[in-house]
T-cell receptor, first 115, second 112 residues
Framework: GAVVSQHPSRVICKSGTSVKIECRSLDFQATTMFWYRQFPKQSLMLMATSNEGSKATYEQGVEKDKFLINHASLTLSTLTVTSAHPEDSSFYIC???????????FGPGTRLLVL | DQQVKQNSPSLSVQEGRISILNCDYTNSMFDYFLWYKKYPAEGPTFLISISSIKDKNEDGRFTVFLNKSAKHLSLHIVPSQPGDSAVYFCAASENSGYALNFGKGTSLLVTP
């Protein structure tokens, strides 16, 4: 299957700092990428849709100024958690949509722990 | 409000037998359905999908059935293997694989 990479896989930071997570589609061009968050024993919740060359679309309840998304190329989207707080600690997963197969392929996820 | 529901949080099946994972949805606009397998601390892995124009799709040991009138789909794994033990998420989309709505997952345990 298609490969989507995510970096870093794990990050621990102090409260108030910003953290950037990268998501790359390695073998197809993704005009659309997605960012999800998963809390323990919960489902994956869509945070935002990232469109190459345009502004991201955020789901209701997700602060766009806190979760900055940039999709500068067809293979890279970044999520920056600004001024992170302990309640932002979660598992963040990106996905990239293969337009030919109409299927989303997920990255391995990033575990964020804010102290 | 949860639009995709997986009402069984867990399922235990003996190796070699059939595993049936169920999923119900409420949004009649969903036209594309996917199943993902997930291990702890990893991203979901795509397994199989089905478009609303079909009622069955098969790929090796995995078959997905869609009953649109009942707004129900199921994933059949046969024969089940211990390596299939994982959490399985059902997901649905209104527009062919764009924003996905996930169920809460079913944890499958296949015992030798």
């Amino acid at each position: 299957g298609a490969v989507v990479s995510q970096h870093p896989s794990r990050v621990i930071c102090k409260s108030g700092t910003s953290v950037k997570i990268e998501c790359r589609s390695l073998d197809f061009q993704a005009t659309t990428m997605f960012w999800y968050r998963q809390f323990p024993k919960q489902s994956l919740m869509l945070m935002a849709t990232s469109n190459e060359g345009s502004k991201a679309t955020y789901e209701q309840g997700v602060e766009k100024d806190k979760f900055l998304i940039n999709h500068a190329s067809l293979t890279l989207s970044t999520l920056t958690v600004t001024s992170a707080h302990p309640e932002d600690s979660s598992f963040y997963i990106c996905s990239a949509r293969d337009p030919l197969l109409e299927t989303q392929y997920f990255g391995p996820g990033t575990r964020l722990l804010v102290l | 409000d949860q639009q995709v529901k997986q009402n069984s949080p867990s399922l235990s099946v003996q190796e070699g037998r059939i595993s049936i994972l169920n999923c119900d949805y409420t949004n009649s606009m969903f036209d594309y359905f996917l199943w993902y397998k997930k291990y702890p601390a990893e991203g979901p892995t795509f397994l199989i999908s089905i478009s609303s124009i079909k009622d069955k799709n098969e790929d090796g040991r995995f078959t997905v059935f869609l009953n649109k009138s009942a707004k129900h789909l199921s994933l059949h794994i046969v024969p089940s293997q211990p390596g299939d033990s994982a959490v399985y998420f059902c997901a649905a989309s209104e527009n062919s694989g764009y924003a996905l709505n996930f169920g809460k997952g079913t944890s499958l345990l296949v015992t030798p």
